[in-house]
């Protein structure tokens, strides 16, 4: 196997850490101490980078320089999935220099690189890069009111297209020869938005293979399974009109090529957090619900199949065999992680890696690489290679507080490796010691509890230590003493026990005595029936002031004569 490295960009430049010698190693893009933006090609190939004053291509392999672009404001990057062409975004301005409508995107062929072969306006960066079939035969382009189709990597003409009202993203689904394409309608003049799943090139309203509405959406992203059969669509609207969740409302929808369309149904109230296929098995997991959130697995039916249970979550990562998956808590979560095998869905580790602000698994399957990164962190930044069962292999911090980490990113080979093996899942007894224990002050940390530290044997008796065998801490003994009010509260104690022994020895039992609170029922009716004619009296005084009386109020007045007498029969009993 080809040795495992990782690019790491900063304050310092890019380099080339080799994990294997645990060293930076050198390579022809080191000189690159401004580094702005870096882009990985899938099979680990290319790089492209941007200095601030052009981006250049590299060979990471043959440790060369393959093309130089002269765009020194390149912020955004991406590879064709066979990297023959390579896709640069800049920041959309207008200056003196740079008049309007001047295009900002740009696609590139890296043979000749000197100048782009098509080019075109993109303010925002949603959806901002074109989409390429996995053979390269059909790219994609997203317009306002059309999706545009380039064949052939030939982009002098637009071979098809698909033409809407307004039209708010495209997709293309993996796959070569028979291409799918998914269109995302949003709502317009008070319509249902929708999403409609084409074959390439039927592209009339009645020939979409499926077809899903929604009433209620803002946004719609899709995601397709690695074969490109089957695609979920989640729909979110920004705000929940029934109330339940400041987050919005997120609803899941299955879809295949087939034409089918169903449902995803969640048996937890929530926002969702993640989706994610597994990348070698038609299967998919689910976080979903208010903290703490649910993980559920479903198949291609939308049956669920397992429950991971319930944890502080928001992210799934599959690593690239699929057959393991981490369950991790990052951003505003503790960086709680959970991972278990996909063979037998058993609980493999348990651990928290404090402070993580990016992932990613090696090429390998086994081990991953997790750092804190800025600007999410700007402190402490370091990145650490961690194994599946929570052991630190590598720990990496900055030289100085001042130096900060922007990106890490493992150098991927041309083919996915051989899955690793899964280690051996925790017992009952290790899951229980994984769970939060009681907090403790850093500075006993490292040593027993007290209850312990008192039935330590230290070859000969302690000092300053009671008739119990604690501890007191203090140089005198005396000054530890218990008070004399406290001594004879002992002995109260003690008497007390003994007496109780005493009784149970001879067979004797105490019964309790009633309780009473010192006034009979009569003087309680009593009291009350004064009460009331006190409250008469008060009416009849308010009565002659000339303030005008409620019909209750007088009925009450009424009843003047019927209190003294009750009161007077009571006294005389």
Not at 265 to 286: A, C, M, Q, T
Not at 410 to 429: E, K
């Amino acid at each position: 196997m080809a040795a495992l490295t990782f690019l790491v960009r900063g304050t310092e430049g890019l380099k080339k850490y080799n994990y294997d010698t645990k060293t930076f190693t050198p390579a022809v893009f080191d000189t690159t101490k401004r580094c702005s933006t870096i882009c990985m090609s899938k099979n680990g190939e290319l790089m492209a980078v941007c200095n601030g004053e052009k981006t250049i291509v590299y060979n990471i392999t043959a440790d060369t320089v393959v093309a130089t672009l002269d765009r020194p404001r390149t912020m955004l990057m991406v590879f064709s999935p066979l990297n023959t062409h390579l896709v640069t975004w800049r920041q959309y301005v207008i200056d003196e220099n740079t008049p309007e409508n001047t295009p900002n995107v740009e696609i590139w062929n890296i043979a000749q690189p000197d100048a782009p072969v098509y080019s075109f306006v993109k303010r925002g960066q949603s959806q901002w890069e074109p989409e390429w079939s996995e053979d390269e035969g059909v790219c994609m382009r997203a317009c306002n009111a059309e999706l545009q189709f380039f064949e052939n990597n030939d982009f002098k003409s637009v071979a098809k297209r698909l033409q809407r009202d307004k039209i708010g993203g495209g997709y293309m689904a993996p796959g070569t020869g028979n291409y799918h394409v998914g269109l995302y309608v949003p709502s317009l003049k008070g319509a249902h938005a929708y999403v409609q799943l084409y074959q390439y090139g039927a592209f009339e309203r009645q020939a979409a293979i499926a077809h899903r509405s929604f009433a209620k959406c803002d946004t719609v992203m899709m995601n397709f399974n690695k074969s490109g059969k089957y695609g979920i669509i989640q729909a979110a609207s920004d705000v929940d009109k029934s109330g339940t969740s400041y987050y919005g409302q997120t609803l899941l929808y299955f879809i295949t090529t087939g034409g089918e369309s169903n449902q995803i149904v969640l048996n937890k109230n929530g926002p969702v957090y993640s989706v994610e296929w597994n990348p070698s098995r038609d299967e998919f997991i689910v976080l979903y619900g208010f903290m703490p959130c649910r993980a559920t697995l479903f198949n291609t039916k939308c049956d669920p199949t397992h429950q991971f249970g319930d944890g502080h979550y928001n992210e799934i990562l599959f690593n690239p065999q699929g057959n393991m998956v981490g369950l991790c808590g990052f951003g505003n979560l503790r960086g709680k992680m959970k991972f278990f095998s996909m063979e037998n869905k058993k609980l493999l580790s348990d651990f928290t890696a404090a402070d993580t602000t990016f992932f990613e698994w090696s090429p390998s399957g086994d081990i991953f690489l997790a750092g804190t990164l800025s600007p999410r962190l700007r402190q402490d930044n370091e990145f650490k290679v961690w194994n599946v069962s929570g052991k630190i292999l590598l720990h990496q911090k900055v030289a100085t507080p001042e130096t900060q980490l922007w990106q890490l990113k493992w150098v991927q080979p041309p083919n996915v490796l051989p899955a690793p093996a899964i280690p051996r899942p925790l017992t009952t007894q290790e899951i229980a010691a994984s769970k939060p224990q009681a907090y403790r002050p850093p500075g006993s940390r490292d040593r027993a509890p007290a209850a312990q530290r008192s039935l330590i044997d230290h070859g000969g008796p302690l000092p300053n230590v009671n008739k119990s065998g604690v501890y007191k801490p203090g140089h005198d003994a005396q000054m530890n003493q218990p008070s004399k009010n406290a001594i004879r509260n002992q002995k109260k104690r003690e008497n007390k026990q003994d007496d109780n022994d005493g009784r149970w020895e001879r067979g004797v039992t105490t019964q309790a005595a009633p309780v009473t609170t010192g006034v009979d029922e009569k003087e309680k009716k009593i009291r009350n029936l004064k009460k009331k004619l006190f409250q008469v009296t008060k009416l009849k005084e308010q009565q002659k002031e000339g303030k005008e009386l409620e019909k209750n109020q007088l009925e009450k007045i009424k009843t003047e004569g019927v209190l003294l007498a009750e009161i007077k029969a009571l006294e005389l009993s």
